[in-house]
């Protein structure tokens, strides 16, 4: 079935379950799990007009959350090895992670991309975005949404 399964975790409590999802599939294949963080890209022209955040304040948010990603990167790895699967990891920062999930999919030879869907409807779907529908509608691989 899916011999190389791509994992898209954020760190999130939905992502726990599509990480668990992920090694279950690959384990049911004899297969190897990769497991990618996209670290989102913090740009100062979020913030209020006229507000420009201090250059540390930058510094130790993307440090913070660098150091985070690799600590859960690191039990995901741990939870892979207790359930028999290979597992790779890498971790990247992006204005839009769907084009990360995408390029990695294709640059592992990954057979098969999981990754969490919140479900958004409506305007916060359309304000915020949905990286999932942007994967399922931009990727050629089988994807497996976890809600």
Known sequence: MFKNVLIYTD???LSRKALVTGIKLAKMSSGKVTLLYVLPRLDPMIFAEG????PDW???????SRDSAKAYLAR?????????????TRMTTA???????IATARNRKCDAI???S??????TAVLLGSETMEVLTRCTR????VR
Request: glycine content about 8%; aromatic content about 6%; overall charge positive.
């Open 76 to 88: 995901a790895e741990v939870l892979a090895s207790k359930s028999g699967v290979p597992c790779a």
């Open 118 to 123: 919140r479900g958004r409807k409506g305007m």
């Open 142 to 145: 089988p994807v497996i949404v």
């Open 11 to 13: 760190g999130s409590k």
């Open 95 to 101: 204005d839009r992670p769907y084009k990360e999930i």
């Open 51 to 54: 507000y420009v955040p201090e």
């Open 114 to 116: 999981v990754m969490p």
């Open 58 to 64: 930058m510094d130790n948010y993307e440090s913070t």
